[in-house]
């Protein structure tokens, strides 16, 4: 069993930067993809960022540039730094695990319960 917990959600101006953090309790094997998600007032949940084992990352277009996702395996944490926000990037903020790679909405198998960011313009 893997339990996943964010932090270091919270209200920033536009322009500004974010760290978000995910703790992982429980073994996380090294085949492992994670990821992070948002989701919006009234929108769906949708894909952020992902890292597969190999290190190989990829991001959503309207990140691309802006958000960079980085993993600490000694301290079992992924992290999603944050800089550039705007107020279209408010929302809940979700981290993931999958088993299988490019760690997708519809396959993780582990999820957090969420960290709030929220920008205002």
């Known amino acids: 069993q893997v339990v996943l917990v964010e932090s270091g959600g919270g209200s920033v101006q536009a322009g500004g930067s974010l760290r978000l953090s995910c703790a992982a309790y429980?073994?996380?094997?090294?085949?492992?993809?994670m990821g992070w998600f948002r989701q919006a007032p009234g929108k769906e949940r949708e894909g952020v960022a992902v890292i597969d084992s190999d290190g190989s990352t990829s991001y959503a277009d309207s990140v691309l540039g802006r958000f960079t996702i980085s993993q600490d395996h000694a301290k079992n944490t992924l992290y999603l730094q944050m800089n550039s926000l705007k107020s279209e990037d408010t929302g809940m903020y979700y981290c993931?695990?999958?088993?299988?790679?490019?760690?997708?909405?519809?396959?993780?198998?582990?999820w957090g319960q969420g960290t709030q960011v929220t920008v205002s313009s």
């Open positions: 429980g073994y996380i094997y090294s085949t492992y993809s």
């Open positions: 993931a695990a999958s088993f299988f790679s490019g760690c997708s909405l519809y396959d993780a198998n582990y």
